[in-house]
């Protein structure tokens, strides 16, 4: 199937208190060419997703987007800093017997009461702290590569879409210039024709009344009929949109071999212009030259 360097794909899922977001999206390119935005905090499955998604994309400029929301607290762990605790119980302990004293030695026997529980004790700041659970990681890709992979299929899915488009635009195009290349191959023997007749003309101006050799029409015209053949340029070209049809219909990465394949088409067109000795033929070559521009333009977009 052809595929296009062009697509979208995205999928969503919570799994294992996380809500998981992937979305890749790519334009064409020449190679394949991978960015990505994931929270720092999972960094570390960046490697993996590239190493996964190229598995499934030869080429194309792709930029992945992963959004990952703990929800249900799972992402948090309540810290009791129990030296602190225990430093505030001690300080507080010791300035409350001080107190206790003085009031004593004035006599006037009123004294702090020790009113110390353990709600207040946990107001005083800093007794807890909120910290990041650590990541399960096997877990954590194992949840993000089913996502990417919903996500990545569906990306696929959208360039083989975009992809049937091409190829049958780029096959229409070159059943036209088959079409071309059929007039060129019908109107190339009546250029000789054509010019055996002005050389036959031209001789009788010269020569007027005395008798023309044939023989020397036939050899002239044999040179020149030699001069602007363009059979073998019109079977190769044949040729060449055959392994393009072929092309099209293949299961593989056909960008690189569809680029080669139109460099030679034009080749052969060139050709056929440089020996053209005719003013249709020159107009059919610019019309298979505006074709063919036209295929290369699509096939930048095949993967």
């Known amino acids: 199937m052809v595929r296009s360097m062009t697509g979208y794909g995205r999928a969503q ?8 977001l992937v979305e890749i999206r790519s334009v064409n390119h020449r190679y394949y060419e991978y960015s990505s935005r994931i929270p720092r905090t999972y960094n570390y499955i960046d490697e993996k997703l590239k190493a996964m998604l190229k598995s499934g994309i030869s ?23 129990k030296g602190l605790a225990e430093e505030y119980l001690k300080v507080l302990k010791e300035f409350g017997c001080e107190i206790n004293a003085k009031y004593s030695e004035s006599g006037s026997g009123a004294y702090a009461e020790d009113d110390l ?24 890709w194992s949840d993000v590569s089913e996502v990417a992979g919903e996500a990545l299929a569906r990306f696929v899915e959208m360039r083989g879409v975009e992809g049937e488009k091409l190829r049958a635009d780029v096959l229409d195009k070159a059943e036209g210039i088959l079409g071309m290349v059929a007039k060129v191959e019908e109107q190339s023997p009546k250029t000789v024709e054509n010019y055996r007749g002005r050389l036959y003309q031209k001789l009788s101006e010269i020569l007027e009344s005395k008798d023309i050799d044939q023989q020397r029409i036939i050899t002239e015209a044999a040179i020149f009929a030699e001069k602007i053949a363009v059979d073998e340029e019109t079977v190769r070209l044949r040729s060449h949109i055959s392994q393009l049809r072929e092309m099209l219909g293949s299961e593989e990465a056909i ?5 080669f394949i139109v460099q030679e088409m ?10 053209a000795q005719d003013l249709s033929i020159t107009k059919i070559v610019v019309d298979m030259k505006a074709e063919i521009e036209k295929i290369r333009e699509q096939i930048q977009n095949i993967e």
Do not use: Y
């Not at 960008?255 to 680029?259: A, Q, S, T, V, Y």
């Not at 034009?266 to 020996?275: A, Y």
């Open 13 to 20: 899922k919570i799994l294992n208190g996380r809500d998981i």
């Open 59 to 81: 080429r194309g400029k792709v930029e992945v987007n992963v959004t990952i929301s703990n929800i249900e607290g799972r992402d948090t762990v309540v810290a009791i800093n």
């Open 117 to 140: 529980t353990l709600s207040k004790l946990i107001k005083l700041p800093d007794i807890f702290t909120i910290q990041k659970a650590p990541d399960d990681e096997e877990q954590v």
């Open 255 to 259: 960008g690189r071999k569809l680029d």
């Open 266 to 275: 034009n080749r052969e067109v060139n050709t056929i212009g440089s020996k």
